[in-house]
């Protein structure tokens, strides 16, 4: 495809120069990125760093540079959803692969080592409240990524098929598509964490197979995800974005990696006593990982 210069209502640029909903400009973005659901989690990120260089704030999209030693992070938060994954994931595409001069992808692309911080729902009994799981893949239940051309892996498609013919969805939901994670980044992540397959859904509530008032349209939807097997795969979690990083990862050649707090497990009925603390000790130990990446 040729090299077009992109429009002014395609790549929006504030006065500051800076990316329309992050409202960071390229300079002010480090090539590694943790990126959490709260806006307020990104300061108890970055009061582990060294030195703050900027802190950046638009809407739900808090953005803080730093440093841990010599190693400079952005840590991002992307509110809630993959509609939200969809705005920050091309923004921080925009920020090292366009110029924002000349409005032209640059000759050289960066890829960028993404790496979540989040919160999840266990979907396996041997998972316990407050341990955390590393995502091996995102698995879509959402609407994001049927949106964009994208390439999937012969194992990713075999791990789909068997999916499509274990679980039931509801009709009407939409497809679902799956992702692998970063093999590279995965590697650093193993002692300590569990892994397994992460379902990303649309919503907290009914699409997690919660009713409070109303009722599921797919009462079955925990029993199906959580007996599914496939050679050694095993769904461990829930959570709300997964899946779109990853995806969206592929879609533009970045390097991504989802990692959660289990704060409830659905099948023993447990929430955890303090997920402030879980949050915690997760960001201290995955910073202690991602500052020697
Ligand atoms: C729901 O409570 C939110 O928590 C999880 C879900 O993915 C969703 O965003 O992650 P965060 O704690 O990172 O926001
Ligand atoms: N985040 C989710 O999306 N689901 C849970 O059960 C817990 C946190």
Redesign the pocket.
């Known amino acids: 495809m040729d090299n077009q210069r992109i429009a002014e209502s395609e790549l929006i640029i504030n006065n500051r120069g800076a990316i329309y909903h992050l409202d960071v400009r390229p300079d002010e973005l480090a090539d590694t990125i943790i990126t ?3 806006p307020d989690r990104v300061g108890s990120v970055s009061k582990h760093f060294d030195r703050i260089e900027g802190k950046f704030q638009h809407r739900e999209f808090v953005t803080h540079t730093g440093y841990i030693g010599h190693k400079r992070i952005s840590v991002v938060s992307t509110g ?2 993959t509609d939200n994954i969809d705005i920050v994931l091309n923004e921080l595409d925009a920020l090292v692969n366009i110029d924002f001069n000349t409005r032209l992808v640059k000759p050289d692309l960066t890829s960028l080592k993404i790496i ?1 911080l ?3 729902g266990a979907l396996q009994e041997s998972i316990p409240v407050d341990s955390f799981v590393v995502s091996s893949h995102g698995l879509g239940l959402d609407n994001l990524m049927p949106y964009y051309a994208f390439e999937n892996t012969t194992a990713e498609k075999q791990l789909l098929e068997a999916f499509r013919g274990q679980v039931f969805l509801q009709p009407g939901g939409a497809s679902p598509c799956l992702f692998e994670a970063s093999a590279a980044l995965h590697n650093h992540f193993r002692d300590g964490f569990h892994t397994g397959i992460t379902v990303t859904c649309p919503g ?1 509530y009914a699409p997690q197979g919660r009713a409070l008032r109303g009722t599921l349209a797919n009462p079955n939807l925990i029993d199906n995800l959580t007996g599914f097997s496939y050679e050694s795969h095993r769904i461990t979690n829930f ?3 997964t899946s779109g990083i990853y995806g969206m990862g592929r879609v533009l050649g970045h390097q991504c990696l989802s990692i959660s707090a289990i704060v409830a497990n659905r099948i023993r009925k447990e929430f955890s006593k303090d997920g402030g603390a879980a949050v915690a000790a997760l960001i201290e130990k995955g910073l202690g990982i991602i500052a020697t990446l």
């Open positions: 959490v659901g709260d809630i959803g979540r989040g919160t999840s907290f959570e709300m974005e």
